[in-house]
Structure formats: structure tokens, C-alpha cells
């Protein structure tokens, strides 16, 4: 089992809709959880963190972590074709441990 | 607040060779980690390093090395290098290693 799992996509969705993003987690002891959106050939971006168990909104974008269950995801409100990016999950086991362990990627496609 | 500094941003090189890439953390940051990232392979761990210590290291063989100073710039080092070297080289910083990590924009090493 990945310690990070991600769907690879592409999930395509037409501009204006929701997009939503899943990840799982197999460490319990995790103890953040931070999503990055990278566009093709460029560098990963942090667009949100979340540390609690609940949602968190920054904008267009919500993250929601359920820890009893060791799932994340975040939901992209008002698509938008500048959104078509891969998205990664990334995990904080805790101190002692390495940093972080990404996902390998959701790949996005918003149609205009 | 300029962000995570990574020379040189090219590199091409020939099977054998050696190389050393440079990364400035954000100012303050004291933890720097570097991932090498292939198309078939997503974002792989390299190395963690915080306050010049080397906190935890990926599945990499020696050839990969590392280091960081004082002033909390990292270099890693690959030797003898191989085809299957070519990658984007990406080193992340943060202020300690529990906070979410900020990319730079990448060394993209080609071995001819």
C-alpha cells in the first residue's frame, strides 16, 4: 500500500463546476496535510494546508480532512480552465519523521 | 520575501560526469529537502536537512549526496552521473520541518 494515494486522472470537469480531489493516507500518525497544484513544467505550488480534523476555505478552494477515516480532499469551487494543473496531496507524519511524502498527482482538466 | 533560490536552472551533462546544484532557502527557513521529479516516477525524496544535519534520506544510491551550511543553503551532489539521472531536480524549504514546505523553481539536469 503507497502511503499517499491519489487517483491519477485526468478528471475533467466543465468550467464553473466543482472539481473534488481525493487523497488517503496509511500513516495514522499523520499530523498534517497540505495540497500543492503544479502546472506542467513548472514547480509544485502550496495552495492550502490543513492540520484539524473539519473544513478549511481559502477562496475558491476548500480542504477537508476526516483523520478517523485518513482521507483529505479539496473541493475547487467555479472551475476555472486556469485550474487544469496536477494537484498533490502531501503528508506530515510528525516530527522524527521525513518531512513530507507526496502523492503522485491528480491531473486536472477544466473545459472551457 | 524572494523565494527558494535554485542554481543553475539548466544543466546538461554527459554519462559519467558529476554535478552540483545549489538552493537558497526563503529567508529564515532553516529545512531544506530535495525531490527529484521524472514523468514516470512523480516527486521522489532525496534528502531532509535542518540546521546542518541531515534528518532523513530517500531510497537513492550514494552516487546522490548533500549537504548544508551554516547560512542554511543546500547543495547536492551526483557523481558518475547515468541516462536514468535526467530529471527536474526541486529543493523545497521551510522553517522548520513540521511547516509546509515552498518549492523553487528547479534545476532540469539532461545526461547525454
Known amino acids: 500500500q503507497k502511503e499517499v494515494e491519489q487517483n491519477s486522472g485526468p478528471l475533467s470537469v466543465p468550467e464553473g463546476a466543482i472539481a473534488s480531489l481525493n487523497c488517503t493516507y496509511s500513516d495514522r500518525v499523520s499530523q498534517s496535510f497540505f495540497w500543492y497544484r503544479q502546472y506542467s513544467g513548472k514547480s509544485p505550488e502550496l495552495i492550502m494546508s490543513?492540520?484539524?480534523?473539519g473544513d478549511k476555505e481559502d477562496g475558491r478552494f476548500t480542504a477537508q480532512l476526516n483523520k478517523a477515516s485518513q482521507y483529505v480532499s479539496l473541493l475547487i469551487r467555479d472551475s476555472q480552465p486556469s485550474d487544469s494543473a496536477t494537484y498533490l496531496c502531501?503528508?506530515?507524519?510528525?516530527?522524527?519523521?521525513?518531512?513530507?511524502?507526496f502523492g503522485s498527482g491528480t491531473r486536472l482538466q477544466v473545459q472551457p | 520575501k524572494a523565494g527558494v533560490t535554485q542554481t543553475p536552472r539548466y544543466l546538461i551533462k554527459t554519462r559519467g560526469q558529476q554535478v552540483t546544484l545549489s538552493c537558497s532557502p526563503i529567508?529564515?527557513?532553516?529545512?531544506v529537502s530535495w525531490y527529484q521529479q521524472t514523468p514516470g516516477q512523480g516527486l521522489q525524496f532525496l534528502f531532509e536537512?535542518?540546521?546542518?544535519?541531515?534528518?532523513n534520506k530517500g531510497n537513492f544510491p550514494g552516487r546522490f549526496s548533500g549537504r548544508q551550511f551554516s547560512n542554511s543553503r543546500s547543495e547536492m551532489n551526483v557523481s558518475t552521473l547515468e541516462l536514468g539521472d535526467s530529471a527536474l531536480y526541486l529543493c523545497?524549504?521551510?522553517?522548520?520541518?513540521?511547516?509546509?514546505?515552498?518549492f523553487g523553481d528547479g534545476t532540469r539536469l539532461s545526461i547525454l
Open positions: 536537512y535542518f540546521s546542518e544535519t541531515q534528518r
Open positions: 502531501a503528508v506530515n507524519r510528525g516530527t522524527g519523521r521525513r518531512a513530507l511524502t
Open positions: 523545497a524549504s521551510s522553517l522548520d520541518p513540521d511547516q509546509p514546505q515552498h
Open positions: 490543513i492540520y484539524s480534523n
Open positions: 529567508s529564515g527557513h532553516r529545512s
